[in-house]
């Protein structure tokens, strides 16, 4: 399993929003600019988030972007699975995946653990929680991924 760039952006996009005083906003431009998120992924990730209810946006000169709940309420695994869908690391964890052997297979086990692992410690800490932890301007996201993609094209 792989995190995409859509669900790194909504992470950066919601870290951002949870530094704002409850029941602020801030402009679209300004989340990109601070959290390098590219135009071209921004809107289509806020109106995700729009839609899945953790961001709500007003439009006009006095509009902008805020979180629509608590930074203490929304989970890393939250924002990832408001983008991407409930998460699996096998397809034979998928809810309706078929296999005659997924009751007697070790393997599937062994995955069910990891999976289980890797949602508990994405749930663990809220944005709230990461955003007091850094401080509030400091919030800064593990992986670049403007330099993951400038080596991936070399």
């Not at 399993?1 to 005083?21: D, F, K, N, V």
């Not at 924002?79 to 309706?96: D, M, N, Q, R």
């Not at 007091?132 to 993951?148: H, Y």
């Amino acid at each position: 399993m792989q995190i995409t760039r859509q669900a790194e952006y909504a992470i950066r996009i919601m870290l951002e929003l949870a530094t704002l005083p409850t029941g602020k906003g801030t402009q679209s431009k300004v989340i990109a600019e601070k959290r390098k998120v590219p135009d071209k992924f921004l809107q289509k990730t806020i109106q995700i988030l729009v839609r899945t209810g953790y961001v709500a946006t007003k439009r006009g000169t006095m509009g902008g972007v805020k979180l629509a709940v608590t930074p203490e309420s929304v989970t890393i695994a939250d924002v990832i699975t408001a983008i991407e869908g409930k998460v699996f690391i096998s397809p034979c964890l998928c809810e309706g995946f078929f296999c005659g052997n997924k009751e007697k297979c070790q393997v599937t086990k062994i995955l069910q653990r990891a999976q289980n692992a890797l949602l508990d410690e994405l749930s663990k800490e809220t944005l709230a929680d990461l955003v007091r932890n850094e401080g509030r301007d400091e919030v800064e996201c593990l992986v670049d991924l403007e330099s993951i993609s400038a080596a991936d094209n070399k």
